[in-house]
């Protein structure tokens, strides 16, 4: 009897013991788990455990990242572009449990990308924009120069 077994939980359960995510371990995880774009809602739980842990300073992480959750939320869901209050509500939660720059960009790029989002939700990005999330400042920092 053949079973699919879900790799990416022992994946990345495996990377956050490692205490360490590396360009390489980002481009495996973009082979072995996000070939095919896919990505549950589990799976997206499991990048913000990643983001949580601290674990991934390496800006292929944060590319695989902001872009995996910026799929599940807007192009995977239906209707497609849309981010309904369920989402925004599931998003915010997520992104406040890391209070880090990546889950920052993951707010602003999944606002870019959308269509149509709850206009508190845009409010809620905004506000935490303001707030003194890790990394935050020395993002901005470099990129003025």
Do not use: Y
């Amino acid at each position: 009897m053949a079973f699919t077994v879900d790799r990416s939980r022992s994946i990345i359960s495996a990377m956050i013991l490692g205490r360490k995510l590396t360009a390489m371990d980002v481009a495996w995880l973009r082979r072995e788990v996000f070939a095919d774009g896919a990505i549950s809602r589990e799976a997206a739980d499991e990048l913000f455990v990643v983001e949580r842990a601290g674990v991934a300073e390496t800006p292929a992480w944060t590319e695989l990242f902001v872009e995996m959750i910026t799929e599940h939320v807007v192009w995977q869901s239906r209707p497609t572009g849309v981010v309904n209050e369920k989402q925004a509500e599931w998003l915010i939660e997520r992104a406040d449990s890391c209070a880090s720059v990546n889950a920052l960009a993951a707010l602003v790029n999944v606002l870019g990308e959308a269509h149509r989002a709850p206009r508190w939700f845009l409010d809620a990005v905004r506000a935490r924009a303001r707030q003194n999330w890790s990394g935050v400042d020395d993002a901005l920092s470099a990129a003025a120069g």
